[in-house]
């Protein structure tokens, strides 16, 4: 399985209930019993894919030839919260990423953003990321992983962007649920490969966290606003 893409993809971050933060995509692998290889970088665009993964993975992999039986990719959400968000661009270089994938996958998969990402929210822009990723997609033949809808308070941080521990994991589910359709059955599912416990204390002392986190970004977005 080999992964392009940004810091979702990356993985990395604090603990929940003692459950690590691994990539959503290192997840899909351990459940599909793939091999995993990512080039993801936090901070990525799409540019970055283009003229920095590609080019990392050529010069790095020790079979340039192999074949992949997936090709994961979620870019995009650097790119529509940019103030020079430039849709026809992003697109442009999506189509070259695609391409890449497509050449070297079985099977590649592309995921969409969440419509409530950042704040100050990417707004209106995030439907014309996700139509250009659905766009691309079809034209390559590729699945979509559709997360539009995604997000709540145990599954995104406060700065609605990251997902926490238990998100990765249920968009790694979700990604399942959209390859075993095409045939592609998993091996065990990785939220059984978790085991927490969790106290009153321990959920109060999160909520109050969350709250205090979700403050300060709202504080900053409003600034920024104005």
């Not at 970055?48 to 997936?70: D, K, M």
């Amino acid at each position: 399985m080999l992964a392009f893409g940004d810091s979702i993809t990356n993985g990395g971050g604090e603990l929940q209930w003692g459950v690590a933060l691994q990539s959503w995509a290192l997840w899909l692998a351990r459940g599909l019993g793939l091999p995993f290889t990512s080039y993801a970088v936090d901070g990525a665009s799409v540019a970055g894919v283009v003229q920095q993964q590609i080019p990392a993975f050529e010069r790095l992999t020790a079979h340039p030839a192999a074949r992949y039986e997936l090709g994961c990719l979620y870019i995009g959400v650097n790119d529509v919260r940019a103030l020079d968000w430039d849709a026809e661009a992003f697109e442009q270089r999506l189509r070259e990423v695609h391409g890449f994938l497509r050449d070297r996958c079985d099977r590649v998969l592309a995921v969409t953003a969440p419509l409530d990402v950042g704040r100050p929210r990417a707004g209106e822009k995030v439907h014309e990321l996700n139509a250009a990723i659905e766009r691309v997609a079809a034209d390559h033949g590729a699945l979509v992983l559709d997360l539009r809808s995604f997000g709540a308070r145990n599954l995104v941080m406060p700065d609605h962007v990251h997902p926490t521990a238990f998100g990765q994991i249920s968009i790694a589910e979700r990604a399942l649920a959209v390859l075993e359709r095409d045939g592609l059955h998993a091996a065990v599912h990785p939220s059984t490969l978790i085991v927490y416990e969790t106290a009153w204390r321990g959920r109060l002392r999160g909520d109050m966290s969350y709250a205090h986190r979700r403050a300060k970004v709202s504080w900053r977005a409003w600034r920024g606003r104005w």
